[in-house]
């Protein structure tokens, strides 16, 4: 019975309200939220107030609070799990735990950008929140094949020149000239940017 | 490999320090600036300890324990006490400590410039503040009207003085004794208040409630009002004054209820300063002004945080 009774000592702490920080991440209403923007002031001879921008990890809103010394916050119960993509289907894409093999759904809104970069097999972190899978963090950096570039035609070439391409996920980005189609090649996954050509 | 790659840390120490010698030469400027000041009006300067067995019990200001006693969370109880033993006109800028206060405008570890003049009230401290600030712009060869984060501040005076109850009638959205009875006085003045005060021009925030003001003197004509000041400069509070309590009786039960407060918020119970309630007895009619030298700093250098003031941080030590 190991599951209940670390719930039970999560559910104990709290944080006090000399703990916000900025990136601390707590339960509001039911929903886990991140502090975006943290600002401590005291007003002279006053309490200590704690002016926080929180963002909902689920659907991205967000709002304004000052909170005082005397609140106190449950820490948001997440977890990050070591999964692989296995499909997309009807505007879901599947996953799977590495561990045990169980499945689970990401909505297209969820998943966001990084469908440009999920490849079958792709190993990702999936965030949970309890049992809820809410959001996904890639690796850095993916190789991914290029299936269509345009040919080039040698000596037209000025150094820092980029041609468009498409790669296996439907993604476009401008690469150097000398890529050519049936190609991997690197891409940073935090600015969607071409890297280095994958020498087969 | 180089030297210098040798030790990242030192360097971007190094880097980081070196861009705040701006401000921390206008800081020993400012310093020299405030003595002259001060020497010129017959002014004393002191030293106080900083070990002190026991602070004064305000609700919302918490000492730093140390082995002896606690970190001074202000020079207050002893400026007094040689205000009671005779010194009439004293001045200190000293090292002071608050747990827990760490932002923007806070740090744990802060410079006070405090002052205290027998035989005067609050309002012969405003003249005096608005007569001091003005010297050591001059000094430091600032112009009349400065500006701190895009908002203009004429320093030429008079300054405006607004009470805190006309302040809530103009800027905020409950009035003052609304606030007050739900438990929302602090957060009206940082969100609402604080942010329209001190530009075009510094601004008095004067006569704050009773109970806002452990150490000060009611108003002979109205005991809600505290004889109390906050000085404020571009949305900056800057200083806090009062005419001084001098009746031992009335001040020993302000620190009993104050005491209860802090009890009541689970807060640390520290010992009753008995000698400095004795020496109050002795001590004439006075008024005294804490000013943050670092906030000080950070206007007239336009810093947006105090970090910017500082050799070092407490999260850079």
């Not at chain 2, 190094?14 to 002014?43: C, N, P, W």
């Not at chain 2, 009786?249 to 009541?264: C, L, N, S, V």
């Amino acid at each position: 019975m190991q599951g209940p009774i670390k719930d039970l000592s999560r559910g104990n702490h709290m944080y006090n309200a000399s703990d916000l920080r900025r990136g601390l991440k707590i339960e509001i209403d039911g929903d886990p939220y991140i502090i975006v923007d943290f600002q401590f002031s005291k007003p002279g001879k006053g309490q200590a107030l704690y002016k926080c921008k929180l963002k909902n990890m689920i659907n991205g809103v967000m709002f304004d609070q000052t909170y005082r010394s005397v609140e106190t916050f449950k820490p948001a119960n997440l977890e990050e799990r070591k999964m692989q993509f296995l499909y997309a289907q009807d505007n879901e894409f599947c996953f799977m735990d590495m561990e045990n093999y169980e499945q689970t759904f990401l909505s297209e809104e969820q998943v966001g950008d990084a469908s440009h970069y999920l490849i079958d097999n792709l190993e990702v972190e999936i965030l949970f929140f309890g049992e809820r899978a809410i959001g996904i963090t890639l690796p850095n950096f993916v190789d991914l094949t290029v299936t269509q570039a345009d040919p080039w035609a040698k000596g037209d070439s000025v150094a820092g020149d980029t041609k468009p391409i498409t790669l296996e996920t439907g993604y476009n980005l401008r690469v150097p000239p000398f890529v050519n189609e049936g190609e991997k090649i690197t891409v940073d996954t935090r600015t969607g940017e071409y890297v280095t050509r994958v020498k087969e | 490999m180089s030297p210098g790659s040798k030790n990242k840390s030192a360097e971007s120490e190094r880097e980081r320090i070196s861009h705040r010698k701006q401000t921390l030469r206008l800081r020993a400027l400012m310093v020299q600036a405030i003595r002259d000041f001060f020497m010129r009006q017959g002014y004393l300067e002191v030293e106080t300890p900083i070990l002190i067995p026991a602070p004064a019990p305000e609700l919302h200001i918490d000492a730093i324990p140390a082995k002896g006693g606690y970190l001074q969370t202000s020079p207050e109880l002893y400026m007094k006490r040689l205000l009671a033993a005779g010194y009439e006109r004293i001045f200190q800028m000293c090292r002071c400590f608050r747990q827990g206060e760490r932002g923007d405008l806070h740090l744990p570890e802060f410079t006070i410039l405090e002052w205290y003049s027998s035989h005067a009230g609050y309002r012969d401290i405003m003249f005096e503040c608005e007569a001091m600030i003005q010297a050591v712009a001059k000094d430091l060869g600032l112009p009349e009207k400065i500006q701190y984060r895009g908002r203009a501040i004429d320093l030429g005076g008079p300054w405006e003085r607004v009470t805190v109850h006309e302040a809530f009638e103009r800027y905020g959205t409950l009035s003052l004794e609304k606030s007050m009875e739900k438990g929302r006085f602090d957060v009206c003045m940082v969100e609402e208040i604080e942010p329209h005060l001190g530009s075009p021009e510094p601004t008095f925030l004067c006569d704050y409630p009773a109970s806002m003001a452990a150490l000060a003197r009611l108003k002979p004509d109205n005991a809600r009002v505290a004889e109390r000041f906050e000085l404020y400069m571009g949305g900056v509070e800057l200083a806090n004054a009062f005419t001084e309590l001098t009746d031992p009786a009335e001040q020993r039960a302000r620190f009993q209820e104050e005491k209860k407060r802090r009890g009541e918020q689970g807060r640390e119970a520290y010992p009753f300063p008995e000698k400095f309630l004795e020496a109050l007895a002795l001590m004439p009619e006075a008024a005294g002004i804490a000013l943050g030298f670092d906030r000080l700093a950070m206007i007239f250098s336009d810093s947006a945080t105090i970090d910017q003031v500082v050799a070092f941080t407490p999260e850079e030590l």
